[in-house]
């Protein structure tokens, strides 16, 4: 029996020299069986039919009022934290601090000293800002000087 190789795309297998007879053998005339699918192992999801994309006109972009919006929601949900905080905190503390004394309720006293920190580190970078504005303000002048084309002597008046 003599074995032939096949150069076709499918899998390579052994066949004989004779074909067999398609009208003997009705698998031949058949499609070729398609692996069964192999089942997810439990708990894992499978994945749903794909959402279709929507139309390149129809995606919603990010807008700065939506920015705006979240930062509004934001800072309100803080706000109200803060406002707890300080019902919370209540009691009456003693606040002293350069020569100065008071009473303040601690959880205004800790929001107090919470915002001077915040005021100090604003400070500190506006400073740090202002010199490299400065810094960029210098650059720009001396580009603008090495980029800028020499005067040329006047021309000899034509009589």
Known sequence: MGVAV????????????AAPDPQLDPQLDAPPEQPAPVAPPSGAQQPGPAAPSPLPQHKIRPTRLSGLWFAVV?????????????????RAVDVSYLGMHGHLPLGVAMLLSAVCGV???????????????????????ADARRSAPAPRAPADPVR
Do not use: K
């Open 6 to 17: 096949s150069t076709d795309s499918q899998p390579s297998t052994q066949r004989s020299a």
């Open 74 to 90: 934001f800072f309100a949900v803080v706000l109200l934290f803060l406002l707890i905080f300080i019902l919370q905190n209540g």
């Open 119 to 141: 005021l100090l580190t604003i400070l500190a970078g506006a400073a740090r800002i202002s010199q490299l504005h400065a810094v960029a303000r210098r650059h720009r002048r």
